[in-house]
């Protein structure tokens, strides 16, 4: 299969080993993650990003041939969107080829309160992606920058029935991005009581094209890093979490910090105005090198507020991942010269923590 799933999740990959002290050396002009600093040298990167729109494609296909001829234009997308996204319409594997488009042109494109209405509503909102595409670009500029080994995948928009589980596809050299969850916080399918589990309230309010870059971005960077460890302590993930947001940050910093966080600005004040109240209070609680997972789950999922003991209604969410970023920020201007690939590779929280000397 050349397309893996992602939402806020990540695959496992291989620890990218240290650099040898020569190449620091060779590459400390690009260690440093300051936007004014290197701004000449990540505009001078010759990129030229195009996303190409499957779904316009898709809606002005007529017949079953033209939506088959998709393929062609889409080999590596097409089958995973007509077999995997869509199988509840199209069909599975078992389906034939023609009977799979057959079935998107008749349940699907042609529906006048189905597909069409969604379509309907992804143009009023998203008439062109011309903003997007130029944010886009420089992200896509700056992790050349960052990651010059890095290759630029192809973006290829598309729409599904709400389909919560893709919102990105992520392939060998493509990324799908799913616009049917990002058409804003007051579209009514998102408060039907039927889809009441998949769209909680405080995921609705992240539902809009503005957060379409951040989470982009952030499923990126999540690929780059190592988010899976059997048996992790709070700690640990809370340093992940803070890689993460610090690389989202490096690479799209003029997206303000609270749409980075998934916080409203109330959330974001409430952080900043006790972060040393939060770290005082993880840290007498002894909870930092829990490995208990209700308990890091606590602290690190998205919610409405945190769920940890002690906190609760008011609370910004994910204060873990907020405390862990701000960890990183300490270690980062303690050690301005290392690399966002070697901030990748640190591997051992407690010596991050140490050296970061965070003390709020």
């Not at 690009?30 to 779904?55: G, M, Q």
């Not at 408060?191 to 503005?210: C, E, G, T």
């Not at 990183?328 to 991050?352: G, H, R, V």
Request: proline share 4%.
């Amino acid at each position: 299969m050349l397309f893996t799933f992602v939402l806020y999740t990540t695959k496992m990959i291989k620890k990218i080993v240290f650099v040898l002290f020569i190449s620091i050396f060779i590459n400390s002009c690009k260690n440093d993650v300051n936007e004014e600093k290197n701004k000449e040298e990540i505009d001078n990167i010759n990129l030229t990003l195009e996303i190409k729109r499957f779904e316009i494609d898709l809606f002005n296909a007529k017949s079953t041939e033209e939506v088959l001829n998709l393929k062609n234009k889409y080999p590596e997308f097409y089958p995973v969107y007509v077999y995997q996204i869509m199988q509840g319409i199209s069909g599975d594997y078992r389906t034939s080829e023609t009977e799979s488009a057959r079935n998107l042109l008749n349940n699907f494109i042609t529906v006048a309160d189905f597909g069409l209405w969604l379509k309907h509503r992804t143009d009023s909102v998203f008439p062109n992606l011309k903003d997007f595409e130029k944010e886009l670009t420089q992200a896509m500029k700056r992790l050349k920058f960052y990651f010059a080994k890095d290759t630029i995948p192809q973006f290829i928009t598309f729409l599904s029935p709400l389909v919560v589980n893709f919102p990105f596809v992520e392939g060998t050299h493509q990324i799908g991005i799913g616009l049917d969850m990002y058409l804003g916080s007051d579209f009514k399918p998102y408060h039907s009581y039927n889809l009441a589990d998949q769209f909680p309230n405080y995921r609705i309010r992240k539902m809009r094209k503005d957060y379409l870059l951040r989470d982009l971005i952030t499923a990126i960077v999540v690929n780059k890093t190592d988010k899976e460890k059997p048996g992790s302590r709070l700690i640990d993930d809370m340093i992940t979490e803070g890689k993460i947001l610090y690389i989202t940050n490096a690479l799209i910093p003029n997206t303000p910090d609270s749409i980075k966080l998934g916080y409203t600005p109330e959330q974001t004040k409430w952080a900043e105005k006790y972060e040393s109240d939060i770290w005082a209070k993880m840290v007498d609680s002894k909870c930092l090198y829990s490995t208990k997972q209700e308990e890091i789950r606590n602290y690190i999922n998205d919610g409405p507020f945190t769920t940890a003991d002690g906190f609760g209604n008011g609370t910004a969410p994910r204060i873990g991942a907020y405390i862990g970023w701000r960890i990183i920020n300490n270690y980062m201007k303690k050690y301005p010269k290392t690399s966002l690939e070697q901030l990748i590779s640190l591997d051992d929280a407690d010596e991050i923590l140490i050296k970061s000397k965070y003390k709020p």
